[in-house]
């Protein structure tokens, strides 16, 4: 006989409306409207033929049959995500993913993916560019890659390496720039700036750098961007100095695209780290042991610089 059985869609929009206590948060997290999540529930409630939510002037609460509904329901979606992910994984056995900042990414991982075809040819990489917490469930992140101080509960974690800020400009714009001399002259050029980014409240910018050095910062016009990688490419064209922490420039001191302005170096407040599920697959691991290989080689390189 077959079963009788509601709605997944349905389903899965009434779990998530009573785990956040409302339509407004569930469809944040499913990415759909309110209104959507509210239809899917009626939907649900039309094929009960019962009410799981009580509707008030501000917002809904569960009914007494809408809490045991829920609570019977959510180790089942649990199960069924589980499982369905494992088998998706066996299909997908040769893919890493990896969640990056688009920055490191760009600069950092894409130059060495011909290092990692030759030394791990039985991975293939997927590269999610994001700031935001991995959900390795969610997302199916094998690895991510996060800029911080530390803290990531449950998580399998290796230090890769601090951040080390640098001025940087391309080698033409040094050759001109015949009064750059000491932290304090940088003043006297163009200066290129990140924008701030919320997430990264101690950042390191022109007024920390030069603070670190004991020169006051009155403040700088020059052009501004959005990313990184933007202010990295306005430098190595010569429009100007930019901070810039070594290891996202590293392929670039290679290639002599970009080279220090000055000597001095500053220590930024947060480090790079290397995170992955305690129960993370053995190509998963490969795929770490190579980065925490390319990052002793890269610190090898500059100690020679």
């Known amino acids: 006989m077959a079963r009788r059985l509601p709605p997944l869609q349905a389903l899965q929009a009434f779990e998530a409306a009573a785990r956040n206590d409302g339509f407004q948060r569930a469809g944040e997290e499913l990415h759909v409207s309110a209104g ?51 088998l998706r994984n066996q299909l997908d056995e040769r893919v890493v993913t990896v969640s990056a900042t688009q920055s490191f990414a760009t600069r950092w991982l894409m130059p060495r993916l011909g290092r990692l075809r030759d030394k791990q040819p039985q991975i293939d990489l997927r590269v999610l560019a994001s700031t935001h917490p ?18 990531y509960a449950g998580m399998q974690v290796d230090l890769m390496q601090q951040e080390w800020f640098s001025a940087v400009c391309s080698p033409s714009f040094l050759e001109a720039a015949t009064d750059l001399r000491s932290p304090a002259d940088v003043l006297k050029y163009t200066l290129l ?17 030069l603070h670190a050095f ?24 010569g429009q100007g100095i930019a901070i810039a922490a070594d290891t996202l420039i590293a392929n670039d001191y290679r290639s002599g695209r970009l080279v220090r302005a000055l000597p001095q170096r500053v220590l930024g407040p947060y480090r790079y780290h290397l995170l992955r599920t ?5 190509l998963v691991q490969s795929f770490c042991d190579w980065v925490m290989q390319e990052v002793e080689q890269e610190e090898r390189e500059f100690a020679q610089t």
Request: charged letters at 25%; hydrophobic letters at 40%; proline letters at 9%.
């Open 134 to 151: 991995a959900d390795f469930v969610r997302d199916g992140v094998d690895v991510a890659i996060r800029l911080g101080r530390g803290g």
């Open 214 to 237: 004991g020169v006051p910062y009155p403040g700088s016009s020059g052009a501004r961007f959005s990313h990184t990688y933007l202010t990295l490419e306005a430098a190595a064209s």
């Open 278 to 282: 305690p129960d993370a697959r053995p």
């Open 36 to 86: 959507a999540i509210a239809h899917h529930v009626k939907q649900l409630e039309n094929w009960l033929g019962l009410p799981l939510f009580q509707r008030l002037p501000r917002g809904v609460t569960l009914t007494a049959a809408g809490n045991r509904y829920a609570e019977a329901l959510r180790p089942i979606l649990n199960n069924l995500a589980d499982v369905s992910d494992a």
């Open 193 to 209: 700036h990140d924008e701030p980014e919320p997430r990264i409240p101690d950042e390191i910018d022109w007024s920390h750098w």
